[in-house]
Nanobody, 124 residues
Framework: QVQLVESGGGSVQAGGSLRLSCAAS????????MGWFRQAPGKEREGVAR???????IYADSVKGRFTISRDNAKNTLFLQMNSLQPEDTAMYYC??????????????????WGQGTQVTVSS
Protein backbone atom coordinates (compact mmCIF):
# COMPACT_ATOMS: atom_id res chain seq x y z
CA GLN A 1 0.00 0.00 0.00
CA VAL A 2 1.06 3.55 -0.62
CA GLN A 3 2.29 5.28 2.53
CA LEU A 4 0.91 8.75 3.28
CA VAL A 5 2.07 11.48 5.65
CA GLU A 6 0.05 14.67 6.14
CA SER A 7 1.41 18.04 7.22
CA GLY A 8 0.39 21.67 7.27
CA GLY A 9 -2.29 21.65 9.93
CA GLY A 10 -2.43 24.27 12.63
CA SER A 11 -4.54 26.88 14.37
CA VAL A 12 -6.01 29.83 12.52
CA GLN A 13 -8.71 32.41 13.06
CA ALA A 14 -11.96 32.35 11.13
CA GLY A 15 -11.46 33.66 7.62
CA GLY A 16 -7.90 32.44 7.48
CA SER A 17 -6.23 29.92 5.20
CA LEU A 18 -4.16 26.77 5.47
CA ARG A 19 -2.56 24.48 2.93
CA LEU A 20 -2.36 20.82 3.79
CA SER A 21 0.14 18.51 2.14
CA CYS A 22 0.20 14.75 1.88
CA ALA A 23 3.51 13.18 0.93
CA ALA A 24 3.30 9.71 -0.56
CA SER A 25 5.95 7.02 -0.65
CA UNK A 26 6.43 3.40 -1.68
CA UNK A 27 4.18 3.87 -4.74
CA UNK A 28 3.49 6.73 -7.10
CA UNK A 29 0.13 8.43 -6.62
CA UNK A 30 -0.31 9.14 -10.32
CA UNK A 31 -2.26 5.89 -10.71
CA UNK A 32 -4.49 6.53 -7.67
CA UNK A 33 -7.54 8.56 -6.94
CA MET A 34 -6.69 10.67 -3.92
CA GLY A 35 -8.95 12.14 -1.29
CA TRP A 36 -9.12 14.28 1.81
CA PHE A 37 -11.35 13.39 4.73
CA ARG A 38 -11.94 15.00 8.09
CA GLN A 39 -13.25 13.96 11.46
CA ALA A 40 -14.42 16.35 14.14
CA PRO A 41 -14.72 15.27 17.78
CA GLY A 42 -17.83 13.19 18.31
CA LYS A 43 -18.61 13.03 14.61
CA GLU A 44 -18.12 10.49 11.87
CA ARG A 45 -15.35 10.90 9.33
CA GLU A 46 -16.59 12.70 6.22
CA GLY A 47 -15.24 13.07 2.72
CA VAL A 48 -14.04 16.56 1.87
CA ALA A 49 -12.61 16.32 -1.63
CA ARG A 50 -11.39 13.84 -4.18
CA UNK A 51 -9.20 14.11 -7.26
CA UNK A 52 -9.14 11.45 -9.95
CA UNK A 53 -6.16 10.28 -12.00
CA UNK A 54 -7.01 12.76 -14.76
CA UNK A 55 -7.47 15.68 -12.38
CA UNK A 56 -11.25 15.63 -12.14
CA UNK A 57 -12.32 16.89 -8.72
CA ILE A 58 -15.38 16.63 -6.51
CA TYR A 59 -16.09 18.37 -3.20
CA ALA A 60 -18.40 18.12 -0.28
CA ASP A 61 -21.05 20.83 -0.43
CA SER A 62 -19.78 22.31 2.82
CA VAL A 63 -16.40 23.21 1.31
CA LYS A 64 -17.25 24.01 -2.32
CA GLY A 65 -15.79 27.34 -3.37
CA ARG A 66 -13.48 27.46 -0.34
CA PHE A 67 -11.26 24.36 -0.61
CA THR A 68 -9.18 23.21 -3.57
CA ILE A 69 -7.66 19.78 -3.93
CA SER A 70 -4.67 19.34 -6.22
CA ARG A 71 -1.87 16.92 -6.88
CA ASP A 72 1.75 17.13 -8.00
CA ASN A 73 2.53 13.72 -9.41
CA ALA A 74 6.17 14.64 -10.00
CA LYS A 75 6.55 15.33 -6.26
CA ASN A 76 4.21 12.48 -5.34
CA THR A 77 2.26 14.89 -3.17
CA LEU A 78 -1.40 15.77 -2.64
CA PHE A 79 -2.56 19.19 -1.47
CA LEU A 80 -5.63 20.79 0.04
CA GLN A 81 -5.82 24.57 -0.08
CA MET A 82 -8.34 25.75 2.48
CA ASN A 83 -9.57 29.35 2.36
CA SER A 84 -12.22 31.23 4.32
CA LEU A 85 -11.91 28.73 7.14
CA GLN A 86 -14.72 28.59 9.67
CA PRO A 87 -14.90 27.08 13.17
CA GLU A 88 -16.97 24.21 11.76
CA ASP A 89 -13.94 23.21 9.68
CA THR A 90 -12.13 22.25 12.88
CA ALA A 91 -11.22 18.58 12.60
CA MET A 92 -8.47 16.06 12.08
CA TYR A 93 -7.77 15.93 8.35
CA TYR A 94 -6.68 12.75 6.62
CA CYS A 95 -5.46 12.02 3.14
CA UNK A 96 -6.26 8.71 1.50
CA UNK A 97 -5.52 6.75 -1.67
CA UNK A 98 -7.86 4.64 -3.80
CA UNK A 99 -6.15 2.40 -6.35
CA UNK A 100 -9.35 1.35 -8.13
CA UNK A 101 -10.69 4.85 -8.72
CA UNK A 102 -14.31 3.92 -9.40
CA UNK A 103 -16.65 6.82 -10.19
CA UNK A 104 -19.07 8.01 -7.56
CA UNK A 105 -19.23 10.10 -4.39
CA UNK A 106 -16.39 10.48 -1.88
CA UNK A 107 -16.78 7.17 -0.06
CA UNK A 108 -14.53 6.27 2.84
CA UNK A 109 -14.74 2.55 2.13
CA UNK A 110 -13.26 3.04 -1.36
CA UNK A 111 -9.93 4.21 0.05
CA UNK A 112 -7.49 1.59 1.27
CA UNK A 113 -4.46 3.67 2.27
CA TRP A 114 -4.61 6.37 4.95
CA GLY A 115 -2.31 8.87 6.57
CA GLN A 116 -2.14 9.53 10.29
CA GLY A 117 -3.91 12.88 10.09
CA THR A 118 -3.11 16.51 10.76
CA GLN A 119 -5.14 18.72 13.10
CA VAL A 120 -6.85 21.89 11.88
CA THR A 121 -8.33 24.22 14.49
CA VAL A 122 -10.27 27.33 13.52
CA SER A 123 -11.19 29.85 16.20
CA SER A 124 -13.92 32.45 15.95
Amino acid sequence: QVQLVESGGGSVQAGGSLRLSCAASKYTISTYCMGWFRQAPGKEREGVARIDRDGFTIYADSVKGRFTISRDNAKNTLFLQMNSLQPEDTAMYYCAADRWCLPGPITESAFESWGQGTQVTVSS
